[in-house]
């Protein structure tokens, strides 16, 4: 794509948080009456798991801005063929938990690049609790069979740090007997635990690392609005953060602390933020965050911020690309089993656009520059977070980067492009 350094101004909303959105749907499926959620996102990667609930039998109506799902109450009917959850890994990881009491055998697949990623990392500990499964080449990526039944609540103490993991679980244990209880190394996203509370499940916690719970509990009916996806945000603010002279206001975005660890880094590269609270949406703070271009400096992050922003380390290296001074990373060898290997991918990326980058197994170091990039071809690899990315950088390019595979933005953020462009013309 061409593009030539130029401010953004304006109000931006955000679309739908796809993590809640996920959420919202699969708890509505599990309700035992009907439940009305406004402002889903509507995008790829939601759409598939709306797709699977309704190879499940599950009836979705959608209303413009609202969707209603009828619960079934977790009586799902058989599907005619296998669940296909296209590119998304969360699709797979919380459905999983939330079938893991029915006693039907079901197969997820999808796309090509969800089939290499792990899956024993869900299937495994919910093979303690009562699950049978297996992956068709015996290892742990898809196809993989299931079949649930009875299940028992156990203890678990997880190696990485995965809210996906840990979600799957609590679903699980919500129609398993006894106490489930998942311990993380590091604090995680925590938005299925704040959704257990909003709707009134008994859920606890210790010191932001072990959630417990005793099942069986059944989920109600219920109302929820969703706030703006921070994630999606954080595209939009960093390119702010990036062009000179650019300010921009991001309304009714989620501010959950585990999802603006990009806002405190950027902060930190000398981007001048402000933030005004709006309340709680679904158990979520929300707000409006402003975002003013400054000149940026290189950082570090560490593994202990990793959790809250992994996400958004990407377009964090193109803030890195385009500040003064020296930008490192570690702790993120979670970025190397993503939609592709972003550590590879972005590091691929910005060397073709002149950036030098040196990689590590858990994360890179740039070397930025305050006079931009220069033109050249990337390959998003199939992964929207890397065609958002490199789509951000290109502003700040001296002219043409060819970006293949921009089109997956359509997984998460299908209105970026005309957003940037609205922003552009102030």
Known sequence: MSSRPSALRGVFVPPGDKSISHRALIFGALAGGDCEIRGRLRAGDVDHTVGVLRQLGVSIEERADTVLVHGCGGRFNRPESALDAGSSATTVRLMAGALASWGQSVTFTGSSSLIKRPMGRIFGPLARMGVDWRAEDGGECLPIRMKGGPLQGRAFSLQVASAQVQSGLLLAGLSAEGQTSVTLPRPVRDHTVRMMQHLGLQITTEDGLT??????????????????????????????????????????????????GWLRVLERMGADITVASRGRWAGEPVGDVRIRAQGLRGTQITAD?????????????MAAAVAEGVTSVEGAEELRVKESDRIETVATGLRALGVEVDTAPGGFCVQGSPDGVRSGAVDAAG?????????????????VVALRGKDTVRDSFPAFFRVLETLQNG
């Open 211 to 260: 959630v417990r719970l005793n099942g069986p509990q059944r989920v109600p009916g219920f109302e929820l609005t969703v706030p703006g996806d921070a994630s999606s945000a954080a595209f939009v603010g960093t390119a702010a953060a990036m062009l000179p002279g650019s300010d921009v206001e991001i309304r009714e975005v989620n501010l959950n602390p585990g999802r603006i």
């Open 305 to 317: 911020e990793i959790p809250g922003l992994i996400d958004e380390l990407p377009v964090l290296a």
């Open 383 to 399: 992964d929207h977070r890397i065609a958002l990315s490199f789509s951000v950088l290109s502003l700040r390019a001296d002219g």
